[in-house]
C-alpha cells in the first residue's frame, strides 16, 4: 500500500513538474495547448464584449496555467494579423537590452547604473553632448523614463503630479529616429522626474544596435524570437511622410525604439509568457530573470511613477481589481500586453485603427480576407476609444475568480 502511494505521488509530482515546464511549440508545428470551459467561456464572451466597444478592429486572448483558453476575434483582428502594435514595441527594447546586457558584460560595469551617453555605448550621433548633464543619465532611468527626456502630459516631478504647456514632440515614430532622441535636450536633472517619452525609448534601441554591430530587430530575431518560435514578424518600417530617419524607399533607417513593431496574437502571448517565466523558455535563459524581475515591480531608477523598464506596475496596489504583481504594456490604438505571475495567467488584447492594418507600413504578407464587418463601426463610449488600461485585465481575472 505504502509502495502504491508513493508511485501515485511520484505521478502527480511528475504531472506537475510537466505542466510547470510547459512551452508551446511554434504554431506552425501545433502552437498553444487549449481547454473547454464553456462556463469560463461565457465569462470571458463578456470581457470580449467590452473590448468590441474600445476599437474598431481587434480580439481577446487569454493563456491561464499554460492553455490558451480563449482566442477571438472581431473586424481586421485575427491570428495572423500583423498591425503596428505601437508602444507595445517598448517592451521588446527592454528585453534586448537585458540581454545584451548579458552577452557583453563588460560594457555595463555598474549594471544599470552604468552611464548610457558614452562612445562605448551610443553611435557618433549622440556626440558632442548637448546637455552636461547627460553624462550623467543612467541606463536605468532611460528604461524607465527617468532621465530628464521630455515626453507627453502628465509628467511627475518628485512624485508630483504636473501638466506643462508646449509639449516636445514625442509621438509617434518621427521620436524613434537617431537624430531627434539621440539629441534631445534636458527639462529637468535625470533622475528628478518622469515624463512618457517614446524618444527616450529609442536610445536603448540605438545602444544594442551599437554594441551588437546589428539592427535590433536583427537582434531579437536571432536571440529572442526565434527562440520562442515567433512566426512572421516585423515592424512598420515603411513611413515616406516622415520627417527624417529613413532611405529613398520610405524605409526607416533603424529599428524604432519606441514602438511599431507588428507581431501576430498568439506570438505577443508568448512573449508574455516568457516574462510570465522570468524570462526562462523551456532549458534556456533568454533574458536574465533579475531583469524580467524588474521590469514587473517598481524600480529605484523612477520614484515617481509606478513605470518600471516600459512596463506599468501594480506594486502599490493602485488598481484594486488586480493582483500587486500584475504588470502590463499598452500601445495606442488599444493594444495591451498584460502578466499576473501569482495567476499564471497571460492576456493579449489585440485593438487596432484601420490605418494600423494598413500592410504598407510592413510590406509583410497578410494571409487573411477582412469581411468588411466593421467599416462604419463608432465607438459607442468615445471614453473607452483605444483603451490602454488594465481594465481588460481586470475583467479577464474577475471572470477567472468567478469559477
Not at 508511485?7 to 509530482?13: M, P, Q, R, T, V
Given at each position: 500500500?505504502?509502495?502504491?502511494?508513493?508511485?501515485?505521488?511520484?505521478?502527480?509530482?511528475?504531472?506537475?513538474?510537466?505542466a510547470a515546464d510547459y512551452f508551446p511549440p511554434p504554431d506552425a508545428k501545433g502552437g498553444w495547448r487549449t481547454k473547454a470551459d464553456p462556463a469560463l467561456t461565457a465569462k470571458l464572451d463578456e470581457v470580449f464584449a467590452y473590448v468590441g466597444k474600445t476599437?474598431?478592429?481587434g480580439g481577446l486572448l487569454v493563456v491561464h496555467k499554460g492553455h490558451l483558453v480563449y482566442e477571438r476575434y472581431f473586424g481586421r483582428g485575427h491570428r495572423e494579423a500583423l498591425p503596428e502594435l505601437a508602444s507595445t514595441g517598448k517592451a521588446f527594447t527592454s528585453l534586448a537590452t537585458g540581454i545584451v546586457m548579458k552577452q557583453k558584460p563588460a560594457l555595463f560595469p555598474q549594471g544599470l547604473d552604468t552611464k548610457i551617453f558614452s562612445p562605448?555605448?551610443?553611435?557618433?550621433?549622440?556626440?558632442?553632448?548637448?546637455?552636461?548633464?547627460?553624462?550623467?543619465?543612467?541606463?536605468?532611468?532611460?528604461?524607465?523614463?527617468?532621465?530628464?527626456?521630455?515626453g507627453t502630459n502628465p509628467v511627475y516631478v518628485k512624485g508630483a503630479r504636473q501638466t506643462w504647456e508646449n509639449p516636445t514632440e514625442d509621438n509617434g515614430p518621427y521620436s524613434t529616429t537617431d537624430g531627434f532622441a539621440l539629441k534631445q535636450t534636458l527639462w529637468c536633472a535625470p533622475g528628478d522626474c518622469y515624463s512618457y517619452s517614446t524618444a527616450s525609448s529609442h536610445i536603448p534601441a540605438a545602444m544594442v544596435r551599437h554594441v551588437s554591430g546589428i539592427e535590433m530587430e536583427d537582434f531579437m530575431r536571432k536571440h529572442l524570437t526565434t527562440p520562442l518560435g515567433f512566426g512572421t514578424w516585423g515592424y512598420a518600417m515603411y513611413r515616406p511622410k516622415l520627417k527624417g530617419g529613413i532611405d529613398a524607399n520610405g524605409r526607416m533607417l533603424h529599428?524604432?525604439?519606441?514602438?511599431?513593431?507588428?507581431?501576430?496574437?498568439?506570438?505577443?502571448?508568448?512573449?508574455g509568457y516568457l516574462l510570465l517565466h522570468q524570462g526562462r523558455w523551456g532549458s534556456?535563459?533568454?533574458?536574465?530573470?533579475?531583469?524580467?524581475?524588474?521590469?514587473?515591480?517598481?524600480?529605484?531608477?523612477?520614484?515617481?511613477?509606478?513605470?518600471?523598464?516600459?512596463?506599468?506596475?501594480?506594486?502599490?496596489?493602485?488598481?484594486?481589481?488586480?493582483?500587486?504583481?500584475?504588470?502590463?504594456?499598452?500601445?495606442?490604438?488599444?493594444?495591451?500586453?498584460?502578466?499576473?505571475?501569482?495567476?499564471?495567467?497571460?492576456?493579449f488584447k489585440l485593438g487596432g485603427t484601420e490605418g494600423q492594418y494598413d500592410p504598407a507600413l510592413t510590406r509583410l504578407p497578410v494571409p487573411y480576407t477582412y469581411d468588411g464587418s466593421?467599416?462604419?463601426?463608432?465607438?459607442?463610449?468615445?471614453k473607452l476609444l483605444?483603451?490602454?488600461?488594465?481594465?481588460t485585465l481586470e475583467l479577464v481575472v474577475a471572470a477567472l475568480a468567478a469559477q
Open positions: 500500500m505504502v509502495a502504491v502511494r508513493l508511485l501515485i505521488l511520484l505521478a502527480l509530482s511528475t504531472l506537475s513538474l510537466l476599437t474598431q478592429h562605448k555605448l551610443l553611435p557618433a550621433e549622440a556626440f558632442p553632448l548637448n546637455d552636461p548633464r547627460k553624462a550623467q543619465i543612467s541606463l536605468g532611468q532611460v528604461l524607465s523614463m527617468a532621465a530628464g527626456i521630455r529599428t524604432p525604439g519606441g514602438g511599431s513593431i507588428a507581431v501576430r496574437s498568439t506570438d505577443m502571448l508568448r512573449f534556456k535563459q533568454i533574458v536574465p530573470a533579475d531583469f524580467v524581475k524588474l521590469c514587473g515591480q517598481a524600480v529605484r531608477y523612477n520614484p515617481h511613477y509606478t513605470h518600471s523598464f516600459n512596463f506599468n506596475t501594480n506594486d502599490d496596489a493602485h488598481v484594486t481589481g488586480l493582483p500587486k504583481d500584475a504588470f502590463w504594456k499598452g500601445g495606442a490604438g488599444g493594444h495591451g500586453i498584460f502578466i499576473v505571475p501569482s495567476l499564471d495567467l497571460v492576456v466593421r467599416d462604419k463601426w463608432t465607438a459607442p463610449d468615445k483605444g483603451d490602454t488600461s488594465p481594465k
